[in-house]
């Protein structure tokens, strides 16, 4: 059920007019700035600084509910952290690109063209998420951090090399895209063959060559393609869509990167930390993770590192390897792993959807507060600073996370019975490794 | 879109400076005239600033938040009610002084094992520039007492001495023992042996005689004082004496770690007993001793420390508050 929404002038026009995605993006990059100066010169206590409650609250919450389950890479189509990056790239904002290259436009190495980078980025980020979510100043400087590498990729490589390469958000959010009900697709392949100087790519006085170095004409799903409308600009023919489509429609094909795969364990291994981490009542753990350098975070970090990259890997290849032994699959393992990791996505995705109803729901408050006293310094702009703390929601925060589960688990078990036909591999023991992994996180949850 | 271009980054550049530069200005006008005081753990630095000066007659503004958990701010020997100090907040507090000196200021919560530490200094100046009189020395430097000295008492009564009981017996002291000045300068312990030997009690027994001094030191206090010594005991003590006085509050452990020693025991009839109410104005009012003991003579007034001071021998006592002073 593909429903072409560029068909609509209106639509069409706001995508491809530059204006729009600016005034937003303006928005966005003041907001960002806010947050990092917050962080930087604000009070220290994280439930009342702009930077923590509108990042890994407000944001987070945006992001993790509305904007990746129903609109994919959306979010990155109005990031502002390339935007100064990319500005001093192109010597431009709006104006077409010139011939000559301002900076030293190198190509990325090819054998980092892949989303390892991404998980290594995200790992990190994960390993310090204790400090980096309470901590205003370490937030301030992981998005300073983020802005000013993305500038100086910008003037190094070619294109958004930091967001298709090295963003640690980019990597889960082009994973989860997939399972996105929104789509840019080519509306006819042929035209592209037939396309001589492929502007969508090389770029053209109407618009830049993808940002994400990508060809339209190829795109099978959406785990790349940042949504930034370039191609919509340039296409010569018309021939781009913006399209709605069913749920996990690009899961179909299942995967066969192993950095993927490895993406989808992190993802779903983190959900699974966090639960217990931040839900659950073992004060040792919140110490240990929070005690950064001492030795008790250093078995936070090993346990982080084994559960996600040996523990949970060991027990998945474990039931792919009696699902091919259950079908007497001729397909190597590891085709078998990558494919059946793209089950994971919808359970991943899900398991991120509960745990952060969880902690969205119990801490959004504090946003009325910071937006009218962002630093913590005594205002109240907008009359809300004085509003108490309290939980909202919460008689149907079970419920919900339930609920987010049950989907998640009937999700990941339609994807991987398409997965187990492409590769001719049972999928009832990856199916029996999702229900365990489920039933572990509502217990971490309850 | 000829305009485009440059307009699009005017409204980046004018965006990014509105953003980096109202808080910033908003912030300077709004905080003229304001000092504004930061509260940490002492751990962390305590209040930051920690020194403030103000002028007589003058009104100071404060505004104060707490960087990690909440504090609260008051001012030694004051009436001052104290205002809570909440992380991330600003209270603002306007204090107006009417005579020169340096006042104290504290935190009364419990925030950490060093609380008492968080201290800071009001150096208020102008007013009458006359020099202010010279105190009186408090009792314990009057009596050249030695507070940092072992006070084990001679003799401890086998139960716990009534003070209601005792009163029967009241007739037969002395006016001089019944004294203020004999109170505060002698232990219970002290007391015992004086009795002991005078003839006019030869006829009480040892218990009897406990009974007695339990009297004479309830007769020392009032209702209203027992129940200050009370707050303020729960107040400021307890966190590290416990309770009941037992030296085993919630930061005892951490009193041990620091200071090699527990908080002193005021359940314990040797040392106790052993103490004159001067030598433990001495041990309030300067602290040390090796323990962690704070300070208190910057923070509490003359009567408060007599009163807390009453209710610690509460703990070897009966008293009836009801009927002290009597």
């Known amino acids: ?446 | 879109m000829k305009y485009s271009e440059p307009l699009s980054r005017i409204l980046i550049i004018s965006g990014v400076l509105l953003v980096l530069a109202v808080p910033f200005a908003a912030q300077a006008i709004g905080a003229q005239g304001v000092i504004e005081i930061h509260a940490r753990v002492a751990e962390s630095g305590g209040w930051t600033p920690s020194t403030i000066r103000a002028k007589v007659g003058v009104p100071l503004h404060l505004r104060m938040t707490s960087d990690d958990v909440m504090h609260s701010f008051a001012i030694g020997q004051s009436d001052t009610p104290a205002v809570d100090v909440l992380p991330g907040q600003m209270t603002d507090v306007t204090l107006t002084f009417d005579k020169p000196g340096t006042y104290t200021y504290y935190c009364t919560r419990w925030c950490g094992p060093n609380h008492w530490r968080m201290r800071g200094t009001i150096e208020v100046t102008g007013g009458d520039s006359a020099s202010p009189p010279p105190g009186t020395p408090p009792l314990y430097v009057t009596l050249n007492l030695d507070i940092d000295a072992a006070h084990p008492a001679a003799v401890i009564p086998v139960g716990i001495p009534e003070a209601q009981r005792g009163a029967q017996f009241a007739d037969l002291l002395t006016t001089t023992v019944m004294s203020l000045d004999y109170y505060r300068s002698h232990s219970p312990a002290h007391a015992f042996e004086d009795l002991r030997v005078d003839p006019s009690l030869t006829s009480l027994n040892n218990s009897d005689l406990w009974d007695l001094i339990a009297y004479l030191w309830q007769s020392n206090s009032t209702p209203e004082g027992l129940a200050e010594g009370q707050r303020l005991f729960a107040q400021n003590c307890t966190a590290c004496h416990g309770e009941t006085g037992g030296g085993n509050g919630v930061f005892s452990a951490n009193i041990k770690a620091l200071a090699g020693k527990t908080p002193a025991n005021f359940s314990d009839p040797t040392t106790m007993l052993g103490a004159a109410p001067a030598l433990l104005q001495g041990k309030i009012l300067r602290g040390g001793m090796g323990t962690g003991m704070p300070s208190w003579g910057p923070i509490l007034t003359d009567q408060q420390t007599w009163n807390i001071i009453s209710y610690l021998y509460t703990f070897q006592f009966n008293e009836n508050s009801a009927a002290a002073g009597k």
Request: glycine letters at 8%; hydrophobic letters at 50%.
């Open chain 1, 1 to 446: 059920m593909h429903y072409e929404l560029t068909r609509f002038p209106l639509v069409k026009a706001l995508l491809k007019n530059r204006w729009p995605q600016m005034l937003v993006w303006l928005v966005m990059l003041a907001g960002f700035l806010f947050a990092i100066l917050s962080g930087f010169f604000g009070t220290p206590v994280g439930n009342r600084n702009f930077g923590i409650v509108f990042v890994w609250i407000a944001w987070w919450a945006v992001l993790i509910l509305v904007a990746v389950p129903f609109f994919g890479r959306g979010w990155c189509s109005v990031c502002p952290i390339p935007l100064p990056g990319e500005w001093l790239q192109r010597g431009a904002i709006m104006n077409p690109p010139g011939n000559k290259p301002k900076w030293y436009n190198l190509r990325w190495p090819n054998k980092l063209r892949n989303i390892w980078l991404q998980n290594l980025t995200f790992t990190l980020v994960a390993l310090f998420s204790s400090v980096i979510l309470t901590t205003p100043k370490v937030t301030a400087i992981v998005l300073a951090a983020m802005i000013f590498l993305a500038i100086g990729m910008s003037m190094v490589f070619e294109r958004r090399t930091f967001c298709r390469y090295i963003c640690p958000v980019s990597g889960f959010i082009g994973l989860y895209a997939q399972a996105a009900p929104l789509e840019l697709r080519v509306k006819d392949k042929q035209v592209c063959l037939t396309c001589k100087d492929k502007p969508c790519y090389n770029g053209s006085p109407a618009g830049y060559g993808c940002p994400w170095d990508v060809f339209p004409g190829g795109l099978t799903k959406n785990t790349y393609c940042g949504l930034c409308m370039e191609c919509l600009r340039t296409c010569p023919y018309e021939n781009i869509a913006v399209n709605t489509r069913p749920f996990s429609d690009d899961l179909a094909k299942p995967s066969t990167r192993m950095d993927e795969a490895f993406k989808a364990f992190i993802m779903l291994g983190a959900a699974m930390i966090y639960a217990g981490e931040f839900l659950g009542p073992w004060g040792s753990l919140k110490l240990a993770a929070y005690s950064v350098g001492s030795i008790s975070w250093f078995g936070y970090l090993v346990a982080f590192l084994v559960f996600i990259f040996g523990l949970l890997p060991a027990l998945f290849l474990g039931a792919v390897w009696i699902g091919n032994k259950l079908s007497q699959a001729t397909a190597a393992l590891k085709k078998s792993f990558t494919a059946f990791a793209t089950s994971l996505v919808p359970l991943g995705l899900m398991f991120w959807v509960a745990f952060s109803l969880s902690f969205v729901l119990t801490n959004a408050a504090y946003i009325f507060s910071s937006l009218s006293d962002p630093f913590g310094w005594g205002w109240n702009l907008f009359g809300t600073a004085a509003i108490p703390w309290q939980p909202i929601l919460t008689t149907i925060l079970l419920p919900l996370q339930t609920l987010a589960l049950a989907g998640g688990l009937l999700w990941t078990a339609s994807t991987a019975r398409k997965a187990g036909s492409e590769v001719k591999v049972s999928p009832v023991p990856v199916i029996v490794f999702s229900t365990a992994a489920t039933v572990a996180m509502l217990g971490l949850l309850l």
